[in-house]
């Protein structure tokens, strides 16, 4: 029995979080299993299909805990208030909505996009000179002659956090995903991203290691850093369809055996556990020494224009991974618990650090596992 005990513990708790797969027979939820918006959304929302269409793809983009912050009012006919919910902040890790922006940013990469391929050009208003304003930006649209847009990137978008290559990114696949594209850019007062790529075995590739190591130890012995996340874990297959946001088993990569065991015997009060942060950091360290390397982004300032033209930069950036089959993962937790220009002093850079993303070669690319809340949940008329 006591064998049963520490083989099942290891399991859950060790192999688990390393996202190693033991029996794929055991299959969780995934984004598939849930319904799309039905026409009665439409009808109460007052939006046509087409728009519809245009803000679920929107809604496909990354964001913290997978929290999807945004939200979208409609003004009147062709004009959208692009916002957030208060519901949806990440006090603990990201009390300067640092973090929550730079989601709103991806979300509205992937609107202009989606607008673009159906014939509509967005215009878009900074409105919030603060961090902390609910009403974001304005979004007007004017018709224009449809684009060719990637929406099939927009839908296959994934985050991997582990497989990964130890193999150096080549330095033509790392121009391909990091040139910026000035037609792309609708925020054109904000100046371009600075990208500075570290191969993982040299002298800067081991001190991101450490450092996101040793922030990762901070974070996850942070009780209210921890007790944030377990709220935003969704362990069952019941909190899945309910919340239609968050964590789940799938998205961290848990699969078989180990993902049905969390799934029935894992909660919030689990997270706090002392083995469960360890094990945490032991999984941070084995992820930070496999890969083939380090992209560190910094900007100018961290106002409010500059953190959605970031998240903006950073989708286009998601969306064309892929196609140099390369594994993208962001690891924030030194720039949460440091901040943005502590850490770029610390790695002898100017500016403020937005994103430290792992990089790596992948053999193959999973279909997006991550649930989706919809439309009708984050838009008013």
Known sequence: METRREFLRFAAAGLIMAGAPIMTGCSGVRRDDLSRPTQWMEQILGLGKNEMEILYLASLAPSGHNLQPWSVRVADDGHWIIGYNRSFQLPAVDPDNRELLLSIGAFMENMVTAARASGLEAQIEVVASRPTEEEIA????????????????????????????????????????????????????????????????????????????????????????????????????????????????????????????????????????????????????RQVRSCGGWLVVTSLDSEVPTLLAYGMAFERLCLKVRDRMIGLHPMTQMIEEQGPSNVAASLGLTGQVQWIMRMGYVPSYPPPVSLRRPVAWFVTS
């Open 138 to 285: 304005l979004v007007r649209f004017r018709k224009t002659k449809p684009v060719a847009s990637p929406l099939d990137r927009i839908k296959r978008r994934r985050t991997i956090r582990n497989g990964f290559s130890t193999e150096e990114i080549r330095a033509e696949d790392l121009r391909y995903v990091t040139r910026h594209d000035e037609e792309a850019c609708v925020l054109t007062a904000v100046p371009s991203p600075h990208a500075f790529y570290y191969p993982n075995n040299s002298k800067m590739g081991k001190t991101l290691q450490e450092g996101v190591i040793e922030a990762n130890r901070t974070q996850a012995f942070r009780d209210p850093a921890q007790e944030e996340l377990s709220r935003w874990i969704r362990w069952s297959r019941k909190d899945a369809g309910v919340n239609r946001n968050g964590l789940t088993p799938e998205s961290m990569e848990i699969n078989g055996v180990a993902r049905w065991y969390v799934s029935n015997f894992y909660d919030a009060a689990s997270v706090l556990k002392k083995d469960f942060r360890q094990r945490t950091v032991d999984t941070v360290a």
